[in-house]
């Protein structure tokens, strides 16, 4: 299996600018999670989704943010306007619900740098 | 919200040294989870521990699940230039409705072995 795939790997946009984030889950999981990285914060969950649909967007910062996931291998994380304090590494995940294991597989990562 | 504390933050130790690193909280978690993340990748998740006491080894790395279910440890043993990383464990819960949950990370310790 190809593993998660975010795309692109880097962005570089200036404030004010639409900024979006994508990412295919990995075949047959049905449970996808937004992560954002940073040194001074660590590993923070934005929101999550059960089979297509968002349970949890209590981390999603502001209304500036959104995400969607139209279908079960794909999904979209926007930020609009983007901001310099939004510069950070955001991780798509995927896991198959199943059992206490919520055993979670990290994509690679898109690193946003907004000037 | 629930928190997870690690310590170290930051270890650098030699070649051949044990080391141990401490993730602790006040919250009661269904399960734990150990993750290591490499520069310019997702984590990877290590292992899971799910029952209370419970004792995981993964060749020279050991992991325990503290009886309470709130704490965990990891204990590396003879440490090689490999085990260089961030290492992050993350508490998971169950969803009322039975399906996978988001992760609380801590923030991570950032162990260099040096040769």
């Known amino acids: 299996d190809a593993g998660v795939i975010q795309s692109p790997r880097h962005e570089v946009t200036e404030m004010g600018q639409e900024v979006t984030l994508r990412c295919k889950p990995i075949?047959?999981?049905?449970?996808l999670f937004w992560y954002r990285q940073t040194m001074m914060r660590g590993l923070e969950l934005l929101i999550y989704?059960?089979?297509?649909?968002?349970?949890?967007d209590s981390g999603m910062p502001e209304d500036r943010f959104s995400a969607k996931m139209p279908n079960a291998s794909f999904s979209t994380l926007k930020i609009q306007p983007s901001e310099p304090r939004d510069s950070a590494v955001y991780f798509c995940?995927?896991?198959?619900?199943?059992?206490?294991?919520?055993?979670?597989?990290f994509g690679p990562g898109t690193r946003l740098t907004v000037t | 919200t629930q928190l997870l504390e690690q310590s170290p933050q930051f270890l650098s130790i030699q070649e051949g040294e044990n080391l141990t690193v401490y993730c602790n909280s006040s919250?009661?978690?269904?399960?734990l989870q150990w993750y290591r993340q490499e520069p310019g990748e997702g984590p990877v998740l290590l292992v899971t521990?799910?029952?209370?006491?419970e004792v995981k080894k993964l060749k020279r790395l050991t992991f325990q699940f503290g009886d309470a279910r709130k704490d965990s440890s990891l204990h590396i043993t003879a440490a090689q230039p490999g085990d260089t990383g961030l290492y992050l464990c993350?508490?998971?819960?169950?969803?009322?409705?039975?399906?996978?949950?988001?992760?609380?990370f801590g923030k991570g310790t950032h162990l260099i072995i040096q040769p």
């Open positions: 995940a995927s896991s198959l619900r199943s059992g206490f294991g919520y055993e979670q597989y």
């Open positions: 521990v799910v029952t209370g006491g």
């Open positions: 993350a508490g998971a819960n169950m969803y009322s409705g039975g399906g996978a949950d988001g992760l609380t």
């Open positions: 989704f059960n089979n297509n649909v968002p349970i949890d």
């Open positions: 075949s047959g999981h049905n449970s």
């Open positions: 919250s009661v978690f269904s399960s």
